[in-house]
């Protein structure tokens, strides 16, 4: 059970993170986690995400006490490497994207890390594209394919681009981590630590010097915090749809796909719409009436 319990409090750490302040459970959840878990103490690494039934009614001491930090045995604790360091070769866009994904491809810590049958998620997309999608770290079904974005989160995101008028081909998507993070749980997924994202990092800052994106699209507070630094006072409630920069390269915060997955609502697929609405106009694409109005309430 303990272990159980733990997995809940990590995961309510990381939607906390991306900005989820409230989780809607159902009665019959309540019930199965008992008593004992209503009468759970808040400590000062507790989570203060209030869980509510379907009646809408907070759960008394429902905040769940989570770990601060991976136990020492952990794959994320045991993480130690330096950034990667590499200079790109002379040649064409294309030309240099295919010897920097060679590299990653090829690159012995990218591999060390690798789940077995995993493999290492560099990006796709055009080389030509203006928007550059960033996320935090490649999920099962990513690992399994080599492709970033492909499950669920990625089906959603995808929907997202075909709404503006595009094409998956015409925007380049690619994550802060290269490899799916081990964990040693036999389910879910774990965030990539800064030490992770540090030493993938460089791969990300020559995929973005090589596409020379106008926009960079960073999903979820985790991957911002692979591009910006970490900050412990920063909330995607108070940063999304705002614009950062990278590299001297514009940065659109916004939610992860995998958020509006959870938090199925008109108001929260409006405010993503509204970010991207923000990149559409930077790039100076064309916005139709029709797209104005997407996932406003009906009159």
């Known amino acids: 059970m303990s272990n159980a319990y733990q997995a809940i409090h990590q995961e309510l750490k990381r ?6 302040s409230a989780l809607y459970v159902s009665d019959q ?5 008992g008593e004992s878990l209503t009468r759970t103490k808040q400590t000062s690494g507790d989570v203060p995400v209030s869980i509510k039934t379907d009646t809408g009614n907070p759960t008394p001491g429902a905040a769940l006490p989570v770990q601060t930090k991976a136990p020492p045995s952990s794959p ?15 040649g064409d866009p294309q030309e240099q994207l295919t010897w920097l994904e060679e590299r990653v491809q090829n690159c012995p810590v990218c591999r060390e890390n690798l789940n077995p049958n995993g493999k290492i998620v560099f990006g796709t997309g055009s080389v ?3 928007i550059f999608f960033c996320g935090e770290a490649p999920g099962a079904e990513e690992e399994k394919t080599g492709e970033p974005f492909v499950g669920k989160a990625g089906q959603l995101l995808t929907k997202i681009i075909q709404a503006m ?4 081909d015409d925007v380049y998507i690619a994550n802060i981590l290269k490899w799916r993070p081990q964990h040693d749980k ?16 460089p791969y990300v800052k020559a995929q973005i010097q090589i596409i020379q994106p106008k926009v960079i ?12 630094g970490p900050d412990p006072s920063r909330r995607m409630g108070t940063i999304r749809g705002t614009w950062q920069s990278f590299e001297e390269t514009p940065l659109m915060i916004t939610f992860h796909p995998s958020y509006l997955l959870r938090n199925d609502t008109l108001q929260t697929k409006r405010l993503v719409w509204e970010d991207m609405l923000k990149v559409m106009k930077k790039i100076e694409l064309p916005i139709s009436e029709k797209q104005q109005g997407f996932f406003l309430p009906k009159k």
């Open 29 to 33: 959840v309540i019930e199965i986690l």
């Open 76 to 90: 994320a604790e045991s993480f130690q490497a330096t950034p990667a360091k590499f200079e790109l070769p002379q």
């Open 217 to 228: 699209v960073a999903l979820g507070n985790t991957a911002v915090s692979g591009l910006l």
């Open 165 to 168: 008028g595009l094409k998956r």
């Open 186 to 201: 036999p389910y879910g997924n774990r965030p990539p630590t800064l030490g992770e994202m540090q030493f993938c990092l």
């Open 128 to 130: 030509q594209a203006d």
């Open 15 to 20: 939607l906390q993170k991306e900005g989820l």
